[in-house]
């Protein structure tokens, strides 16, 4: 049996943790519950977990500050839970790299439906393996969040990396150019179809001064974008 998705809530309010464990542990998720940063750091020191749900306002650390400390010893998903409705703060969260960002008071059933879309959209990507004589110029470090490209690591930008590791799952499926979004983009809402095709160019420069006469993402023309299933072994 595959183990339940660990998240860990760093949340000071009694109530309000007791409410997003229920509902949590409900929707078949293992919960772990800290009131403090402190606390918090300690925990994910012993056992990292799959995805952390954390206030912004902690009695100890700024919620902004412990996000910092955490994402420097990995990148784990983060969802911001804060009481206050000022723009800024969600601002803020996002543009530091949360993956999503939720205000109080909110639905615990919607709570648990942006915990499934996040760990759907940043699970680990399988690694590519090639088919029996098929080449795959790809090599995906997950855990580092790089890409090598015939042997040269690619230097990403945080969409282009995502597109790339989308992509990567499943070379010669088309992705429609809202799948992308949905599954790239924190905010995909504020973000239009064509964010998309600009950070796709600019993907395909970085490949093309590796590989100049290789096409590795096509264009499906009205639909979107597809890794191609195949690529010379030497460029």
């Known amino acids: 049996m595959a183990a339940k998705p660990r998240i860990l809530v760093v949340e000071d309010e009694p109530g309000i943790a007791d409410a997003i464990r229920y509902v949590l542990e409900s929707h078949?998720?293992?919960?772990?519950?800290?009131?403090?940063?402190?606390?918090?750091?300690?925990?994910?020191?012993?056992?990292?977990p799959d995805l952390v749900v954390l206030?912004?306002?902690?009695?100890?650390?700024?919620?902004?500050?412990?996000?910092?400390?955490?994402?420097?010893t990995g990148d784990v998903p983060v969802i911001f839970?804060?009481?206050r409705s000022d723009e800024i703060d969600r601002v803020v969260g996002l543009e530091l790299g949360a993956d999503d960002y939720i205000a109080k008071p909110f639905s615990p059933r919607e709570l648990a439906a942006r915990v499934r879309t996040v760990l759907r959209r940043t699970q680990?990507?399988?690694?590519?393996?090639?088919?029996?004589?098929?080449?795959?110029?790809?090599?995906?470090?997950?855990?580092?969040?790089?890409?090598?490209?015939?042997g040269q690591l690619l230097d990403l930008s945080r969409y282009e990396f995502g597109i790339l590791r989308?992509?990567?799952?499943?070379?010669?499926r088309v992705y429609t150019r809202e799948e992308i979004m949905y599954q790239v983009w924190e905010v995909p809402e504020v973000s239009s179809d064509r964010t998309v095709d600009t950070h796709i160019?600019?993907?395909?420069?970085?490949?093309?001064?590796?590989?100049?006469a290789v096409e590795a993402v096509c264009t499906h023309r009205?639909?979107?974008?597809?890794?191609a299933e195949?690529?010379?072994?030497v460029p």
């Not at 206030?55 to 420097?72: C, E, K, T």
């Not at 399988?126 to 790089?146: C, H, K, M, S, Y």
């Not at 989308?166 to 010669?172: D, I, S, T, V, Y």
């Open 81 to 83: 839970l804060t009481a």
């Open 230 to 233: 195949s690529c010379p072994a």
């Open 222 to 227: 009205g639909v979107g974008y597809s890794l």
């Open 55 to 72: 206030d912004v306002g902690l009695p100890d650390i700024s919620g902004f500050d412990l996000f910092r400390q955490l994402r420097a």
């Open 166 to 172: 989308l992509l990567l799952r499943h070379p010669g």
């Open 201 to 212: 160019k600019v993907l395909r420069a970085k490949l093309k001064a590796i590989a100049p």
């Open 28 to 48: 078949g998720f293992e919960v772990t519950w800290r009131q403090t940063g402190g606390d918090a750091l300690a925990d994910f020191a012993r056992q990292r």
């Open 124 to 150: 680990a990507a399988p690694a590519v393996a090639a088919a029996p004589g098929v080449a795959t110029p790809f090599v995906l470090d997950d855990e580092r969040r790089q890409i090598r490209y015939y």
